[in-house]
Structures are given as C-alpha cells and as structure tokens.
C-alpha cells in the first residue's frame, strides 16, 4: 500500500521506464482538514518501485501555475508515454474556475527526459472541450466543465497518438451524458478534438479514468464512476460505484460500455491496469475508500492480479488463488 502520513493520495498513473516502475498520484494536505478540499489544492508527486508494492517518494513531478492559466487552480489526473526520440511526455489536466467561480478543466502536457525533472509545454493547454460535441460549463448540467484524464497511446496501426477523455456529451438526460472523450496526433505535441468514441445514454454521468489495453487478446476499457454520478435508472436498479471493465471491439472501440461489469465495488476506485515487466502478466491498482461508507480514505491499493475468465475481468489478491 501507499500511503503518506501528512498527505491524502488518490488518482494515479504509472510508467515503466524498463527498470524501475514509476507512481505519479495526485496529493494534498491532510492539515485540510476535509478531505473534499483535497481537490482545489492537488499537485502531482512521484514515487519509483520496482516490484509495485515497495515505494520510494522522489521529487514532485508538478504544482500549479500562477494565475493567469489553464492550471492555477490544480494539476489532476493524466497518463505518462515515450515519443520516439526518448522524450517522455506527461499529459494532465489543468484546473482553473472562471468568472462565475465554476471549475473549467483543460489538458495540457509537460516533458522530461529523465522522469523526474519536467517542464510545462509553452502551448498549453493543448486540448478544451468543443461544443460541437461536449458539454461545456455554460450548458448548466453539470457543476463542472468535465474535459479531464487524458490517456495516451500509439495508434494500433502506427498513424500517430490517440488520447481518451474523461467527457460529458452535450445532449441527454443530465445524470446519463459521459462518454469517452477522443482527440489524436501526429507527434504528441499537436492535437485535433473530436467526436467521442462512446454515445450518452450508457447509464453514466461520468466515465473517469479511462484506460485501454489488450489482455490475452482481449481488448478492454476500465472506468471508474461514483455513487452519486450513476445515472438514474442504474441506482435504482441499486448499482453503487465503483471500477467497471468492459469488452472492446479495438483500443478505439467500439465500447461496450452499456454492458460493462462492476470490477470492484465503491471500495476501490480509479483503477489503473500495469503490465508486471518481468512476467508478462497484468495487475490492477486502485485507491482506497471505505467500503460501507464509501468514504475517502487517500491510500493507493498493493497491486492484485487480473485473469480473464469468460470474456470477462477478474481480479485476485495475490495471495489467493486464481478462480477458474
């Protein structure tokens, strides 16, 4: 488990550099006091392991920028790739309130050669919720402008970068708009919006932390959604929060996010998949809430096995035998 005594730690990613795993987790002060303030004060540390369960903190990869910008109020939620040419590029959400006091969310990327001294691009924010598609703060859905987690990856077939976002579509009921926001680039440095690559109506108001990965040749997408943002009809069906996983056409859809398994209950939440370097095999990672309550708690989780039985995501403690 990770955990920090002065500092709460929740959403997460992780790199591999091909030696060391690295942690790069959202944090903030416990001396808040209320664990909700913990969102407008975030920064992003970083801590190195090299079997996922043991962590060394290291030098703090992020903090905010001084107003005027795109991240003056928080740094939150990304994903870490290599280009080519060695440079590792950090994409995160930038957070700042507009003239009304209303969360705006943004994405912007910062670079470092060695992962541990980083520098924001000059060009940020390089990415910001269109209206052609997506639900923007004025629409008065939501309390916030959900454009967030930026996941990146290679395209499948070597055309450039694909990046999934945390997004709310800008039509539907208001508890039922997430999708999986979509954008692309040639060279991870300049990017193109454009349509999700999930429709609204899917039973979710938001799908957070969106990632994609093939298992046993299996294309999946994991999301994580809280109790209070499940659309209607599945609270009623008394569908809490929680991790889900579902089947995936590709890594670029389609999803099939409609028919999506709980993976975990409210317990766990943000769940992250890694690929264990030495074995080959997939482990999950997740932080802590309490699981009654669904509390936060601000600890990452030890990392627990992932099997595909049926079609379907399991997971394991390790400690415990697999189910066939």
């Not at 994405?107 to 209206?131: C, F, H, M, Q």
């Not at 499940?230 to 670029?252: C, D, H, K, M, Q």
Request: glycine share 10%; proline share 6%; charged share 20%.
């Amino acid at each position: 488990m990770f955990r920090l005594p002065e500092a709460w730690v929740w959403d997460f990613w992780l790199a591999d550099d091909g030696e060391s795993y690295h942690l790069f987790f959202l944090y903030a002060s416990r001396a808040l006091g209320d664990p909700d303030a913990r969102h407008h004060r975030a920064s992003v540390g970083h801590a190195i392991s090299t079997d996922l369960v043991h962590w060394e903190r290291v030098r703090d990869a992020l903090v905010r920028s001084d107003a005027p910008a795109f991240d003056d109020l928080a740094t939150w939620t990304g994903s870490v790739v290599k280009h080519p040419d060695g440079t590792w590029f950090l994409f995160y959400t930038g957070a700042t309130l507009d003239a009304d006091g209303r969360n705006v969310q943004r994405i912007g990327y910062a670079t470092s050669r060695d992962l541990t001294r980083w520098e924001k691009s000059a060009d940020n924010p390089v990415l910001e919720a269109d209206s052609r598609w997506y639900e923007q703060v004025g629409d008065d859905q939501w309390p916030d402008e959900a454009f967030r987690d930026p996941f990146v990856f290679r395209d499948p077939d070597g055309a450039g970068w694909h990046m999934l976002i945390t997004a709310r579509a800008n039509n539907g009921p208001a508890d039922d708009r997430g999708v999986i926001g979509h954008a692309t680039s040639p060279d991870l440095r300049h990017w193109t919006i454009g349509p999700p690559l999930s429709g609204p109506g899917q039973g979710f108001g938001q799908l957070e932390v969106s990632q994609v990965e093939v298992i046993h040749g299996q294309p999946f997408i994991i999301f994580s959604c809280l109790d209070g943002e499940i659309a209607s009809s599945r609270r009623l069906a008394g569908v809490t929060g929680g991790v889900w996983a579902a089947t995936a056409g590709s890594l670029l859809g389609p999803y099939g996010i409609n028919a999506a398994v709980q993976l975990t209950d409210r317990s766990l939440y943000s769940g992250r998949l890694i690929q264990e370097r030495s074995t080959g095999d997939w482990k999950f990672m997740a932080f802590h809430h309490d699981g009654d309550s669904g509390a936060f708690v601000g600890e990452i989780s030890d990392p627990l096995n992932v099997h595909v039985v049926g079609g379907v995501i399991t997971l394991t403690h390790p400690q415990l035998p697999a189910t066939a």
